[in-house]
């Protein structure tokens, strides 16, 4: 059973920084994509950044050159680093990790305020 623990969300000022962690059981090699993705109320589920087992990394154009996704083979996680945070980052982040199968943290919350 795969099981994906997202932590690091919280309330932040517009122009804070936050850093999510996605910590998953066993190896995350095993996973072809790993990637962050949120939803803010009355809104559907949006891709926010993705990083795939050779290391390339993809970003909603919302978010480039202020978020960063990165992951730590050693720890088996998957981090996503926020800066420059705006009101509109507001929103549930939930990790998401696809092999044969696809599976989904719980999700974060993270709000941030003007």
């Known amino acids: 059973q795969v099981q994906l623990v997202e932590s690091g969300g919280g309330l932040v000022q517009a122009g804070g920084s936050l850093r999510l962690s996605c910590a998953a059981s066993?190896?995350?090699?095993?996973?072809?994509?790993m990637g962050w993705y949120r939803q803010a109320p009355g809104k559907q589920r949006e891709l926010v950044a993705g990083?795939?087992?050779?290391?390339?990394?993809n970003y909603a154009d919302s978010v480039k050159g202020r978020f960063t996704i990165s992951r730590d083979n050693a720890k088996n996680t998957v981090y996503l680093q926020m800066n420059s945070l705006k009101p509109e980052d507001t929103a549930v982040y939930f990790c998401n990790a696809k092999s044969t199968s696809m599976y989904w943290g719980q999700g974060t919350q993270v709000t941030v305020s003007s």
């Open positions: 990083i795939i087992i050779d290391g390339r990394t």
């Open positions: 066993g190896n995350i090699f095993r996973f072809n994509v």
